[in-house]
């Protein structure tokens, strides 16, 4: 049987390891309008355009954040969680990117039915998607421009984009991250125009 004093250090114990456990954070890709190159001549153009798959390297399926330490080491965190499965909230907010810039094409994410089919569709294929606190942040792979009704690829344009992270933490890595998506959009815009 316990006494008082030893059951006193235990609850003593168990608050203080309670209190010094850092809480899990969950991040989202934000779909804000910064930077967005509205297109209106190719928006008129495109009636439609699916965007998806995104195809996500096996190092990124997860739900903890990759965090660069160097060049040659990234640590998966425990600490820092997307909010979702990543290859959703890309999704989410590079549509939501694409919208903003092609305002009167009806933009769409995988999976649709087939009556609904997109003139064009958009298929991402990421290597690296991840970011150093206080240096940068990357996204690297390609995007396919592929015809919606046949799939017939129309145009494969690599992807090699970087922010800057200025301040430290997470947080300031995962806003450069969504800057980076923007960017990415900006380019599948200008790629767009060119589009037969």
Known sequence: MLNKKTVLLLALSLTL???????TLYHTLAAG????????????????LGVGPINLPT??????????KDTTTVEVSDDHLWGGQLEDEFLSALSQQLQLRLPATRVQTIPWETSQTPQY??????????????????????????AGDDGKILTTEPVALERKVTEPGVDAVVKAQSTLVADLANQIVRGLAAAP
């Open 17 to 23: 390891a309670a209190c010094s456990s850092t809480p």
């Open 33 to 48: 309008s910064a930077g967005a190159e509205v297109a209106s001549a190719t928006s008129q153009r495109i009636k439609s």
């Open 59 to 68: 190092l990124l399926d997860r739900e903890g954040m990759v965090i660069r």
């Open 121 to 146: 569709q958009v298929v991402v294929k990421l290597d690296q998607f991840d970011g150093m606190p206080g240096d940068k942040a990357a996204l690297r792979g390609l995007w396919q421009l592929q």
